[in-house]
């Protein structure tokens, strides 16, 4: 009898870990787009392309574990890394594609404005709807019923309606010129403010949000191409990643968004590589990862070239940024995503096509030797605690 309840009590234990393991899953997708290669310098459309796809991750322990890859996603390259965002339930992931091939001319690419619904429950699309010309940075409010797509193409952001699996256009709201390239917001935790990023212009704008508004606030001045946003778990401050200009490196700027007016520029970090193409902060707001091109894009002859890219790790501690380590990766690279306890990060690839796996200790950055192969560029990515 005491060997069948040990058994029995070793079994629940078992079951319960199993549960628990399940229950503190976090998830992860990566928008991968096939129709865009990039080859010596040169980016251009891919001769019959396989449809983009998206790829769903368990980013919770290492290996990162694959759970899913869906075809027929609409995704783009063009455009900051971000858009793709879920929600906070892990029900619903939202995917955007700012650009898709001319139908007329397979060589050129024309806005797109599709936003694909997934269900991660079953891994199975459930949806699509329309937003606006070069639909692209998408954000989901912390309660799961409000989210927020850059459409940048045509200077306007639109504001969806989530009700469980139902998504839906409420509004769009015009902030600014087609020129501008308004292309992503991060909203604050109680969905109050956001700070768009404004490529075109090389400006940010403080909005204030209510379910179905968007006015701005204020406007600042930042390093040129402004792309990713992030802010901080208390809502104060945000941090916005600069490409830079072609001929100086990427920038990460400090905003205190919680002054009055709302935004105050209070540290900037010239990273030391250029094309800061994405930036993510962790989900406690302690680190910054910023992935640079640095010179990878670059035809081979060129002087600035170099064979990969960049990623770069910093500490957010009182507004100042202190950089921790870098660490080199693929080509062209784009997006990245931190653990929930902020050990992992996990960045992407175009031109490996693939996601490569990091360990982050305490500010140190390895290389973890996990790539994971996309089947297409690695072109946007979002972990379900990503703000």
Not at 142 to 171: F, T
Not at 176 to 196: K, N, R, Y
Request: proline share 6%; aromatic share 4%.
């Amino acid at each position: 009898m005491k060997k069948i309840v040990a058994t029995l009590l070793g079994s629940g234990i078992v079951a319960s870990s199993v549960l628990a393991n399940e229950a503190f899953a976090q998830i992860a997708v990566s928008s991968n787009d096939h129709k865009m290669v990039q080859e010596n310098g040169v980016t251009r459309t891919s001769p019959n392309a396989s449809p983009d796809t998206v790829t769903v991750l368990d980013i919770t322990t290492l290996p990162v574990k694959i759970l899913a890859t869906i075809s027929g996603v609409p995704g783009s390259v063009v455009g900051p890394p971000l858009s793709v965002a879920i929600t906070p339930d892990e029900t619903l992931a939202l995917v955007s594609s700012s650009s898709q091939i001319d139908p007329g001319d397979k060589t050129k690419t024309v806005p797109d404005d599709r936003v694909t619904v997934i269900d991660l429950k079953t891994n199975k699309v459930i949806g699509q709807l329309k937003t606006g010309p070069g639909a692209s940075g998408i954000s989901i409010s912390a309660d799961g019923k409000r989210a927020y797509v850059c459409n940048r193409m045509a200077g306007s952001i639109s504001i969806l309606s989530i009700d469980g699996l139902k998504v839906s256009l409420l509004k769009t709201v015009q902030l600014a010129t087609p020129e501008a390239l308004l292309s992503h917001i991060a909203l604050s935790p109680d969905g109050v403010t956001g700070v768009v990023t404004m490529n075109g212009a090389a400006k940010v704008e403080i909005v204030k949000l209510t379910a179905d508004e968007i006015w701005t606030a204020s406007a600042l001045a930042v390093a040129p191409r402004p792309y990713a946003a992030a802010v901080t778990p208390d809502g104060k401050t945000a941090v916005v990643a600069s490409l830079g200009d072609p001929k100086a490196n990427g920038v990460l700027t400090v905003i205190d968004i919680y002054s009055d007016p709302a935004g105050k520029i209070v540290a900037t970090a010239d990273v030391g590589y250029e094309s800061l193409e994405g930036m993510m902060m962790s989900t406690d707001g302690k680190w910054i990862a910023g992935v640079a091109h640095a010179g990878s894009t670059r035809p081979k002859d060129a002087p600035q070239y170099k064979p990969n890219g960049m990623l770069v790790l910093y500490s957010l501690i009182g507004g100042k940024l202190t950089k921790a380590s870098d660490a080199p990766i693929g080509g062209w690279s784009q997006g990245a995503v931190f653990s929930r306890d902020g050990g992992i990060i996990v960045v992407q690839n175009m031109i490996q096509q693939n996601l490569q796996v990091f360990r982050n200790s305490g500010g140190k950055l390895s290389d973890t030797g996990q790539a994971i192969p996309v089947g297409g560029g690695a072109a946007a990515i979002r972990a379900s605690t990503s703000r």
